[in-house]
């Protein structure tokens, strides 16, 4: 089982919409979780944190955490063409290490 | 403000030939140091941490190394490079147990 999964993309969503994304882990341990986006050709750029079970809200964007059930998601709404991107969840686990999901690739259509 | 620095952001290297790639970070003491690999259209891969001087935690140990010769600088290497080496090389940060990770802005490596 890897580390940390996420849904398989492309995923594709007209401007406006809520974009969800979704992410599961291993370690059981971990207590520190994060959300980045990617850029094409530029590294991660961090969106939010999230340490406590429950949804943690920024601007349009919303982190929700359940520990029980090992999973972390992030919900994009109003969705710009702006927001086409890759995001990365990861997970910080045992002696600081972060392992990073595959990623999930975000059309946002004009 | 805390920066990183990192270079280069571009490199070809023909195959067999050493790598040195430099981390430095700038505002902030004893930080924990980290070097990921991105392969093209891949998620990222984590290489090495280091939570402290010459404290070197490897995942991947291969034909890479890294050095932390002084509390800021973190160092990638290889003797011999392979034409699997070639990606997006990234360093990144962070400060304290649940901060997170800061990126650099990467070196992309050509082996060819």
């Known amino acids: 089982q890897k580390e940390v999964e996420q849904n398989s993309g492309p995923l594709s969503v007209p401007e406006g919409a809520i974009a969800s994304l979704n992410c599961t882990y291993s370690d059981r341990v971990s207590q520190s979780f994060f959300w980045y986006r990617q850029y094409s050709g530029k590294s991660p750029e961090l969106i939010m944190s999230?340490?406590?079970?429950g949804d943690k809200e920024d601007g349009r964007f919303t982190a929700q955490l359940n520990k029980a059930s090992q999973y972390v998601s992030l919900l994009i709404r109003d969705s710009q063409p702006s927001d086409s991107a890759t995001y990365l969840c990861a997970v910080k686990t045992s002696y600081d290490k972060v392992i990073f999901g595959p990623g999930t690739s975000l059309s946002v259509i004009p | 403000s805390q920066t990183i620095h990192q270079w280069p952001a571009t490199l070809v290297q023909p195959v067999g030939s050493p790598l040195s790639l430099e981390c430095t970070v700038e505002?902030?003491?004893?930080?924990?140091l980290y070097w990921y690999r991105q392969a093209a259209g891949r998620g990222l891969q984590l290489l090495f941490y280091s939570v402290g001087i010459g404290q070197i935690s490897s995942e991947v140990p291969q034909n890479l190394s890294a050095s932390r010769p002084q509390d800021r600088q973190f160092i990638l290497s290889s003797k011999k490079l392979l034409l699997s080496d070639s990606g997006f090389y990234l360093c990144?940060?962070?400060?304290?147990?649940?901060?997170?990770?800061?990126f650099g802005n990467g070196t992309r490596l050509t082996v060819t």
């Open positions: 990144a940060w962070a400060q304290g147990l649940d901060s997170p990770l800061h």
């Open positions: 999230i340490y406590s079970n």
């Open positions: 505002g902030t003491s004893n930080p924990n």
